[in-house]
């Protein structure tokens, strides 16, 4: 199992671009998740999913949208990328939030936007 | 709204010796889980807390799960420098605290 991957690695934008973070998973799990990661504030949960076709914002939804129309994809798409989307993003999966659910992330892809 | 509290927020710490960090959530929360990063890395599980009173360890390092008081302890036992990262709380929906930087001394 490759666990959850992330593409790009590193992206660089320009103000006003728009782009996508591709997430994946192949351990068939419901519940996925986005987060941004910026110094001294932890991780902020910024949409998250349950299933396929199911999704809701987290702490932060503003400038992202996201869907999801497979088990296994969870596209991030910053639809006007601003330089307070500066970040590290991570998406993480895990098969759902009952139970001794572990959350598995991805390597996170680091962005910035000049 | 789930509000996460981690304290300290740097810790710097001789190895060899024991130190706790505290997780504080601000209402009810089903869960409490406990990741590790290090720099540059991505987050790493470390543990899952369920229910009241629990108690999980690996290794050098313990969880505690107290509801009634909204409170999850990670306590580090003899520190060695390996254990030197930061170390995140997280409740329901994994909202996260802020983070623990902690710093192993030799």
């Known amino acids: 199992n490759a666990g959850v991957t992330q593409t790009p690695k590193f992206q660089v934008l320009k103000t006003g671009q728009s782009m996508t973070l591709q997430c994946a998973q192949d351990m068939n799990h419901e519940y996925m998740s986005w987060y941004r990661q910026d110094p001294g504030m932890g991780l902020r949960l910024i949409h998250y999913?349950?299933?396929?076709?199911?999704?809701d914002q987290g702490e932060v939804p503003n400038g992202y949208n996201v869907s999801r129309s497979t088990t296994e994809d969870f596209p991030l798409r910053l639809l006007s990328a601003a330089p307070s989307q500066t970040s590290v993003y991570f998406c993480?999966?895990?098969?759902?939030?009952?139970?001794?659910?572990?959350?598995?992330f991805g390597p996170g892809t680091r962005l910035t936007v000049l | 709204e789930l509000k996460v509290e981690q304290n300290p927020l740097f810790l710097s710490m001789q190895e060899g010796k024991n130190y706790t960090i505290y997780c504080n959530y601000s209402t009810t929360s089903d869960r409490l889980y406990w990741y590790r990063q290090d720099p540059g890395k991505s987050l790493e599980s470390l543990f899952v807390?369920?229910?009241?009173?629990a108690v999980k360890q690996e290794g050098r390092l313990m969880a505690s799960l107290d509801t009634k008081a909204r409170l999850s302890t990670l306590h580090i036992t003899a520190a060695v420098h390996d254990l030197s990262a930061t170390y995140f709380c997280a409740g329901d929906k994994i909202i996260f605290g802020k983070g623990t930087r902690l710093h192993i001394l030799p």
């Open positions: 993480a999966s895990s098969t759902g939030l009952a139970g001794a659910d572990t959350q598995y």
């Open positions: 999913s349950v299933g396929a076709g199911i999704t």
């Open positions: 807390l369920l229910s009241n009173g």
